[in-house]
Nanobody, 119 residues
Framework: VQLQASGGGLVQAGGSLRLSCAASGRTFSSMGWFRQAPGKEREFVAGISWTGDSTSYADSVKGRFTISGDGAKNTVYLQMNMLKPEDTAVYYC???????????????WGQGTQVTVSS
């Protein structure tokens, strides 16, 4: 099983980025995005479940970020708008059986992609 994330980069505050993640090797019921800033714990950003077509967001990104994807293709996207300097982190995609806000619930992880938002 492999998860390949892409789309990170450097953007000014107020700008947008779109992250992509493609999983191969098996199908999953849920995929999500986490992020980890230097010196901080990995935190939940957003998740999507193909079962029931549901989504979930951290309060800090609600209204600015949108998760979407295609369960049949095991692909998930994270559209990030109105980016803030505090969104700077390494973003990881994850795949598992259900949406959860704790990393331990996910079985597989991508390699991470850096997002840097300048003020």
């Amino acid at each position: 099983v492999q998860l390949q994330a892409s789309g990170g980069g450097l953007v000014q505050a107020g700008g947008s980025l779109r992250l992509s993640c493609a999983a191969s090797g098996r199908t999953f019921s849920s995929m999500g995005w986490f992020r980890q800033a230097p010196g901080k714990e990995r935190e939940f950003v957003a998740g999507i479940s193909w079962t029931g077509d549901s989504t979930s967001y951290a309060d800090s990104v609600k209204g600015r970020f949108t998760i979407s994807g295609d369960g049949a293709k095991n692909t998930v996207y994270l559209q990030m708008n109105m980016l803030k300097p505090e969104d700077t982190a390494v973003y990881y995609c994850a795949a598992g059986r259900f949406i959860a806000r704790y990393p331990g619930a996910y079985d597989y992880w991508g390699q991470g992609t850096q997002v840097t938002v300048s003020s």
